[in-house]
């Protein structure tokens, strides 16, 4: 069973949600009565009166530098870009222990190497800790490491003294696979820079060595179904625009008449439109590599990713960006006929099935309302595309979760097709149990991470280093 503290808290969270989840509804009820749309199409992205936003970060604090963007003028679609300080170095090459450390208040001039068996040289102090730090000979002779990216291009930019965080120079740097992960909240809360998700998405970037890209994607009621999916697959597409201006990036020596501008300033390569709008976000062209695209979902969020997912295997206006897997985390499946899980849990901890209910009344458009909606329910037979298309998934479910057995349901008929559909079953766990605030830091969320990302690096491990299990 959970322990005391969880179940507290869960009784807590319960009674603060509830209270939003009506206080919204009647709030939306009340909009429509007096001739109210329901809300702007540009929308929220999240709600800073309930949770503390985390400041974006482009510097390498913990080993993963961050930044925002905004991709949508029409919208107030966003993403917080999340980049491990591995794109420079091989994690195997460099163990967490012995990586090298920088921040902008470090000496420029020196770099900590890996720790080896060998004696240090005759430009190497030995500090207290026993990690061997190189000195360099001088600015123009950083070291290249065996990626082929220098020391250099993992500087930190300032400008007229102020911080300006990474700016990546050169074209030979090591390329990560992406991970578009879309956070929980029943599709009414949280948000992609909240101080919960960025520790969780800092954690993955870490142990599964990917660029995450934190969606923050538009929340109901101010705007309902399907505004949330489609802000999912429109960053899939803006991935896939980032890659091919990328490409162009690499090919355009010149200006070509009523063709891009390719322009090069301060480190930064840009692709400019006709109107001389900045498009290419540098960080994403010099370590993405969208051909091993993998999708996360949290709760509700695992709903949002197996709908990009279904939209992605069915078009081909994506290349060259591939989806080789998904991860639905506690997914938010309902239904009609109710499962074993959704009568026996159906007072669970954190959410019970009335505040499920609840929420999908404010998602869903009221003449859509239903439970068995293809967003609610994997189950229905009017889903598309057939199941044998979709990529490896790995479920993740909790003990005390209503929604544990629609969700290994979903995993079981995937299996029938041949896809390859694990599910890690966490014994004693509750909804949220690896991503809510209060239990981030439990072994049992630690260990989740770790198991996803030993999954994970089967179907994004480059050819030739694969794991071995």
């Not at 989840?21 to 009166?49: C, K, M, Y």
């Not at 500090?127 to 123009?140: E, L, P, T, Y």
């Not at 965080?165 to 578009?180: A, D, F």
């Not at 891009?260 to 840009?270: E, F, I, T």
Request: glycine share 8%.
């Amino acid at each position: 069973m959970p322990s005391i503290g969880v179940k507290l808290y869960s009784v807590f969270f319960k009674f603060m949600l509830k209270h939003r989840l009506q206080s919204r509804l009647q709030a939306l009820e009340n909009d429509i009565a007096g001739g109210g749309g329901g809300g702007s199409s540009f929308g929220v992205t999240s709600r800073p009166q309930e949770e503390t936003a985390a400041a974006a970060n482009p510097s390498f604090t913990d080993g993963v530098a961050t930044k925002d963007i905004h991709i949508d003028p029409l919208t107030s679609l966003s993403i917080r870009i999340f980049l491990p300080d591995t794109c420079f170095h091989s994690p195997e090459a460099v163990p967490k222990s012995r990586s090298r450390v920088m921040n902008s208040g470090s000496d420029p001039t020196q770099i900590l190497l890996r720790r080896n068996s060998y004696e240090p040289s005759n430009n190497s102090v030995s500090s207290s800790n026993g990690v061997i730090v190189k000195r360099a000979q001088n600015h123009d002779s950083f070291r290249r490491n065996s990626y082929g990216c220098s020391i250099d291009d993992a500087s930190l930019k300032s400008e007229n003294g102020v911080y300006g965080g990474y700016n990546p120079i050169g074209n030979n740097c090591r390329k990560l696979p992406v991970m578009l992960q879309f956070h929980g909240g029943g599709f009414v809360s949280g948000s992609n820079d909240s101080v919960a998700n960025d520790f969780f998405c800092r954690r993955i970037a870490k142990l599964c060595d990917v660029i995450v890209l934190a969606v923050g994607y538009r929340l109901a009621p101010e705007n309902k179904y399907p505004a949330a999916f489609e802000d999912g697959l429109k960053v899939l597409h803006w991935l896939a625009k980032q890659a091919n201006l990328a490409d162009c990036s690499k090919s355009l020596g010149s200006t070509l008449g009523g063709g891009p501008d390719l322009r090069k300033s301060d480190g930064h390569w840009h692709v400019a439109d006709a109107f001389g709008a900045s498009m290419l976000e540098p960080w994403l062209a010099a370590h993405g590599d969208p051909s091993r695209c993998v999708l996360l979902g949290v709760s509700c969020g695992g709903n949002i990713a197996d709908h990009v997912v279904r939209k992605s295997v069915e078009g081909k206006l994506l290349d060259p960006v591939k989806v080789v897997a998904q991860v639905l985390m506690y997914p938010f499946f309902i239904g009609n006929v109710p499962t074993h899980s959704e009568i026996k849990l159906a007072n669970s901890y954190f959410f019970d099935k009335a505040m499920c209910i609840l929420a999908w009344k404010l998602l869903l458009p009221e003449e859509e309302f239903s439970l068995d909606h293809p967003a609610a329910n994997p189950l229905i037979m009017e889903r598309g595309p057939p199941l044998k298309q979709m990529p490896p998934t790995l479920t993740v479910v909790a003990e005390h979760d209503l929604m544990r057995d629609r969700a290994i349901a979903y995993s079981e008929e995937l299996r029938k097709v041949n896809v390859d559909a694990p599910v890690l079953e966490y014994k004693d766990a509750v909804h949220e149990f690896a991503t809510l605030d209060m239990l981030l830091k439990t072994p049992q969320a630690q260990a989740c991470a770790e198991d996803i990302a030993i999954w994970v690096k089967k179907y994004i491990s480059l050819r030739g280093h694969e794991f071995s299990y």
